[in-house]
């Protein structure tokens, strides 16, 4: 009775054992993982930010050059976010609070500037639309209306749209300007990952 005691005591300190050494390898495991997840999710943020630099350069060069801001470097850009974008819950495997925040605040408030110039260049496509089809109707109602009397009628008609042309006008270079400063945001944020 007192050996099957002692095996029955055995076996179950066996057991712990076993159980404890099966736990912490599966945490060793976990953080392992964790810490491989991580470096992914680093390596895809930084590149995401690398080519937003880029970007940044572009849409502002691209404006410069031709007063239009291109819609599909817009789209390039939006479409260099994914990696930040089809993963940000993992964002919460960084235990640095600040940068988990500043990460957030940096591909929210840059997703707002692209919205804004896409907006902002749309906008102002459909004012020069309605100013080019509003100015060839005049002058195919009057063919002796020259093309500069004609403007001048429907700029006096359509003065809301002409005030906002202006603002946007001012505006658009403005909102470019804002979405280059978050280069140093962007390039300190990538310092920060790669110190990780």
Same mark, same amino acid.
């Given at each position: 009775?007192?050996?099957?005691?002692?095996?029955?005591?055995?076996?179950?300190?066996?057991g712990v054992i076993?159980?404890?050494?099966?736990?912490?390898?599966?945490?060793?495991?976990?953080?392992?993982?964790?810490?491989?997840?991580?470096?992914?999710?680093?390596?895809?943020?930084?590149?995401?930010?690398?080519?937003?630099?880029?970007?940044?350069?572009?849409?502002?060069?691209?404006?410069?050059?031709?007063?239009?801001?291109?819609?599909?470097?817009?789209?390039?850009?939006?479409?260099? +976010?994914?990696?930040?974008?089809?993963?940000?819950?993992?964002? /919460? #495997?960084?235990?640095?609070? $600040?940068? *988990?925040?500043? &990460?957030? +605040?940096?591909?929210?408030?840059?997703?707002?500037i692209i919205s /804004? #110039?896409?907006?902002?260049? $749309?906008? *102002?496509?459909? &004012?020069?639309?309605?100013?080019?089809?509003?100015?060839?109707?005049?002058?195919?109602?009057?063919?002796?209306? $020259?093309?500069?009397?004609?403007?001048?009628?429907?700029?006096?008609?359509?003065?809301?749209?002409?005030?906002?042309?202006?603002?946007?006008?001012?505006?658009?270079?403005?909102?470019?300007?804002?979405?280059?400063?978050?280069?140093?945001t962007a390039i300190?944020?990538?310092?920060?990952?790669?110190?990780?």
């Amino acid at each position: 009775m007192i050996q099957t005691v002692s095996q029955l005591l055995l076996t179950i300190l066996g057991g712990v054992i076993t159980g404890g050494v099966g736990l912490l390898l599966s945490r060793s495991e976990d953080a392992r993982k964790k810490k491989n997840l991580q470096k992914l999710l680093i390596v895809g943020i930084c590149d995401d930010l690398e080519l937003s630099l880029q970007l940044y350069d572009k849409v502002a060069e691209e404006f410069e050059k031709s007063k239009v801001i291109w819609l599909s470097t817009l789209n390039e850009l939006r479409e260099s +976010r994914q990696t930040y974008k089809n993963n940000k819950d993992f964002i /919460t #495997l960084f235990d640095d609070e $600040k940068l *988990r925040i500043d &990460i957030f +605040r940096y591909y929210n408030r840059t997703g707002d500037i692209i919205s /804004t #110039l896409e907006y902002q260049q $749309k906008r *102002r496509m459909v &004012i020069e639309d309605n100013f080019s089809n509003a100015v060839h109707a005049k002058m195919s109602q009057n063919p002796e209306l $020259k093309k500069a009397d004609a403007e001048a009628i429907v700029l006096m008609i359509n003065e809301a749209e002409a005030k906002e042309y202006q603002m946007l006008t001012i505006n658009i270079p403005a909102t470019i300007h804002n979405l280059k400063e978050f280069k140093t945001t962007a390039i300190e944020l990538i310092r920060q990952l790669k110190d990780k």
